[in-house]
Structure formats: C-alpha cells, structure tokens
C-alpha cells in the first residue's frame, strides 16, 4: 500500500502564539519543538549513533504551508521523507518539501539535510509551528511497531531569497534522547 507522502494536515500554531496552550505539549518535548537551531546537530549531540534512513522522495504538490492558498500557483517540489535514528531507535519523522531547482538538496541521500541547511547562512527560519498529530501517522507507527497514539510535531519554512522550503519534524516519542 502506498502510503508516502504522509498527510501532515493539522491545526498548526505559531510557538510564540499567545493563544497557544503550551499545556497540551509534553514539557520532556518543549526544548526539543522549540530548537531554534538544527534538530540533526542536537539528536547528534544526544545520542552514540545517528543514522537518517530515506523512505520516500518524490515530486509530489507542496503543501498550504508554502502560501499557494494565499494566491501562489500551487507548484509541484519535491517531498523527503526520513527517519531520524538515534541508537537503534526510530526519534523523528523528517518531512521536507524542496524546490526541485535545488538539486544538491534533493540528492542528499542518507546525508541529513539539516547539515547543508544550516551551512549556508542565506537560508533563514521564518519561525516554528507547532501541532499534535493523529490520524495520518498510523500506517508509518504500525510499520515501525510503535504505538498508535499523538504525536507532537514541529515544521518551519526557511527562505532564500525568492526560494522557498518547508520542513517538518514529527517526533516518534516523548523522550527523544536520554
Ligand atoms: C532541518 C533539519 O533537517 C533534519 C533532516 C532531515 C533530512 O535529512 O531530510 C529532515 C528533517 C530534519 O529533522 C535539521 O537538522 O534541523
């Protein structure tokens, strides 16, 4: 059954937002959906062994997130989706919507694409959403034998000039690294 690219529709909510109830996030998780910086750089930092394993790529049409509701013609990118290994243990979801003009970034293979983000400086975060997440990770928990139950996701859009990327992070548990 084809189940890539997982939907990642959801309520999202911009961090800073004074509506937001912080309350319904775990607070093991808040530094992690709050790193301003990359998430690669600190899963490595807390574990032995990181390992970025490619589930899915594709050209496939970018999400609202990337404004084409606001007006922009809805553009065909293309869509990453990795897990992110910690020590044997599945941590993160990585979702990742590139402009197909970026071709070093959508031949990275295993190599994170957190580590070439956040090498070039010209590439800034437009700022952190936040969500929980039901339904549509079902079919990736059960492929991963991991319990049916919310998660907690974070995404960002990083800009470059006219360019534009959305990436997005589900985290597969509550305690990502000890
Ligand atoms: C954006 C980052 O990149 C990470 C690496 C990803 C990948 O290799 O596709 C996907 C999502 C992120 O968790 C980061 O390190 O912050």
Known sequence: MQIFPLSLDATWQQVESPQLCHDTFPASLHDWLTEPCSLTAKL????RHFAVEVLNEQ???APHALGWADGFSQQSMWCREVLLWCDGKPVVYG???IPQTLLT???LGNTPLGE???QE???TRKGIEIATLNGPLK???LRLALEVRQ???????FEQGQQQMLVCEVFLTETPCR
């Open 44 to 47: 490595k930092s807390h574990c």
């Open 59 to 61: 050209l496939a049409l």
């Open 95 to 97: 979702q990742s919507w």
């Open 105 to 107: 970034m959508t031949k």
């Open 116 to 118: 070439v983000l956040f």
């Open 121 to 123: 400086p010209r590439w």
């Open 139 to 141: 079919p990736l928990l």
């Open 151 to 157: 998660k907690y996701a974070r995404r960002s859009v």
